[in-house]
């Protein structure tokens, strides 16, 4: 929570419960990953669908700064305030034009065209930092004057493009909830390009959620709310060691033998 930037995502989290037998619950695991100076995932269990968990973990602790997330309705009483910052998905945004392509192949294809040149500028931006074997606040600068170089002039076209033809689709078409996802966001999705510390997209929070969809085929459910809870302490320990590099066993049974020691 001292992140300058906080990434997050949610994921279904099935859970038994004892007083109801024979019966799953449907609850929530969130994660949260940490910026580059606060390099830890964090996963958080709560047990339903509503915004109780990510009030508890960012608004009851007074989080302030910028949340890369996928605009969905539960975050928007956290941006009221101005406290924190939303930061778009271009790859969410992508999506829906991408569903929209066999039914309107023209304008999809000139905006995922378009997406896909802000894309290319990020990648241009993550092998000049590499080979110039840059420093942090180095990285940064050259990613703003890369996006306000490129980015910018593709990213005002697109905006005009969507506001012309917002006016020539159907209104209930896949194109029309296309277009009008990226206007509604336009703000939160435009933001990264002036700082340097922000991603393009929410990728890095989906990737990391990936721990929990894929395990669920094999464990099914959690056995109780509290194996949730100690899941995700489990689960925050275990992603956090993959994001450094670290054995996770030999992590754990570090931790075990001190702790037994201690």
């Known amino acids: 929570r001292a992140s300058k930037v906080l990434h997050t995502d949610a994921t279904r989290m099935p859970f038994l419960d004892p007083s109801k037998p024979g019966k799953t619950l449907s609850g929530q695991m969130w994660d949260y990953v940490g910026d580059r100076d606060h390099a830890f995932n964090i996963f958080d269990f709560c047990r339903d669908h509503s915004a109780t968990g990510i009030d508890a973990f960012l608004k009851a602790h007074q989080y302030r700064g910028y949340l890369n997330a996928d605009a969905h309705n539960l975050y928007d009483h956290l941006f009221a ?111 990264y390009l002036v700082n340097g510390m922000l991603d393009i997209d929410n990728n890095i929070a989906e990737l990391t959620l990936r721990h929990i969809a894929i395990g669920r085929k094999n464990w099914l459910f959690a056995g109780s709310a509290k194996g949730a809870q100690t899941a995700a302490t489990l689960f925050s320990v275990t992603s956090s060691c993959h994001r450094h590099g670290v054995d996770v066993f030999a992590y754990l049974r570090d931790i075990l033998h001190r702790l037994a020691h201690a």
């Open 81 to 191: 305030v101005g406290d924190i910052i939303e930061v778009g998905c271009w790859a969410h945004a992508r999506r829906y034009f991408y569903d929209a392509k066999e039914s309107d192949p023209a304008r999809a294809h000139v905006v995922l065209a378009r997406i896909g040149r802000l894309y290319a500028a990020e990648a241009e931006a993550k092998r000049l930092i590499a080979a110039g074997k840059l420093d942090a606040l180095e990285a940064d600068a050259l990613r703003v004057k890369i996006r306000q170089d490129q980015s910018l002039i593709e990213i005002t076209y697109l905006k005009q493009w969507l506001l012309d033809e917002q006016l020539k689709v159907l209104p209930k078409s896949l194109m029309a909830q296309a277009i009008g996802y990226a206007l509604r966001h336009w703000e939160a999705l435009t933001r």
